[in-house]
Nanobody, 125 residues
Framework: QVPLVESGGGLVQAGGSLRLSCAAS????????MGWFRQAPGKEREFVAA????????YYADSVKGRFTISGDGPRNAVYLQMNLLRPVDTAVYYC??????????????????WGQGTQVTVVS
């Protein structure tokens, strides 16, 4: 069973908005933080945003700063990504992930222990 489930992806025109959601599915766990990554065809998975529950700190890739906002509910292991001013280059499969070990490398996939299956975001011009 996939521990995290994403939703909210879809097809949107450039300049539009989408809100992604991610929630724990079945398995009970405690996370120190959660993050979003994305992977476009032929490219490596890249960091988008992360949130650390204890201090409420948020982190963003330079490419999405000012356009995307991460938020969430730590006790419920739920995380959201509000995406505004979308661009065709934002097209990718978006994955959420959970950090169970207080990782210091939240900008890298290796900093996470649980992953969802991803949700497709397609931005057309």
């Amino acid at each position: 069973q996939v521990p995290l489930v994403e939703s909210g992806g879809g097809l949107v025109q450039a300049g539009g908005s989408l809100r992604l959601s991610c929630a724990a599915s079945g398995r009970t766990f405690s996370s120190y933080g959660m993050g979003w990554f994305r992977q476009a065809p032929g490219k490596e998975r890249e960091f988008v945003a992360a949130i650390r529950w204890s201090v409420g700190s948020t982190y963003y890739a330079d490419s999405v700063k000012g356009r995307f906002t991460i938020s969430g509910d730590g006790p419920r292991n739920a995380v959201y990504l509000q995406m505004n001013l979308l661009r065709p280059v934002d097209t990718a499969v978006y994955y959420c992930a959970a950090d169970l070990q207080a990782s210091s490398i939240l900008e890298f996939p290796a900093g996470y222990d649980l992953w969802g299956q991803g949700t497709q975001v397609t931005v057309v011009s």
